[in-house]
C-alpha cells in the first residue's frame, strides 16, 4: 500500500536556514505541501493553524525546544493527534528514548540524506494511515 504524497501537509520546525531549506526542498520535491518554523514557539502555531499530517520538530531550538514543544502539541486536543518525528544530532540513546516517551513517531539522526528523509517520512505516513485503517 502506498500513500498518495500530494495533499500531505508535513510541518518543518528547524532554526537552521540552510538545514530547514534543504528539508522544505527536498520534501516539496517529492510532492508534499510544507509548512515552515523557525523555533519551538511558531511550530505550535503553525501546527495549530494548518493541522498539518506529520511535524518534524528539531530537537534545539530557540523559543522552546522540540521536547517542549512536543509536550505542548501532546497536550492540546487540536494537534494531540499530529504525529512528531524529532531530528537531532543527538543521537545518545537517552535522548533518543526521551524524545519517544514524550510521543514522538521516531527520532532521526541528522546528518541525513535528503532521500532518506523522503523515504522515512512517507513510511511514517504510511505505517500511520494503516493504524488508523485509513
Do not use: W
Request: charge should be negative; include cysteine.
Amino acid at each position: 500500500m502506498s500513500i498518495k504524497v500530494q495533499g500531505k501537509k508535513v510541518l518543518v520546525a528547524e532554526d537552521e536556514p540552510d538545514i530547514r531549506g534543504l528539508i522544505v526542498f527536498s520534501l516539496e520535491f517529492a510532492g508534499y505541501q510544507v509548512v515552515q518554523a523557525a523555533n519551538g514557539e511558531d511550530a505550535i502555531d503553525q501546527a495549530e493553524r494548518e493541522q498539518p499530517d506529520l511535524i518534524l520538530l528539531d530537537v534545539r531550538m530557540p523559543k522552546l525546544t522540540g521536547y517542549e514543544a512536543c509536550e505542548q502539541l501532546k497536550a492540546r486536543e487540536t494537534t494531540r493527534h499530529i504525529p512528531v518525528v524529532f531530528l537531532s544530532a543527538l543521537s545518545q540513546e537517552a535522548e533518543i528514548r526521551y524524545g519517544l516517551g514524550l510521543g514522538g513517531e521516531e527520532y532521526i539522526i541528522k546528518p541525513f540524506a535528503p532521500d532518506e528523509l523522503y523515504h522515512r517520512v512517507t513510511a511514517i505516513l504510511e505505517r500511520l494511515s494503516r493504524q488508523r485503517g485509513k
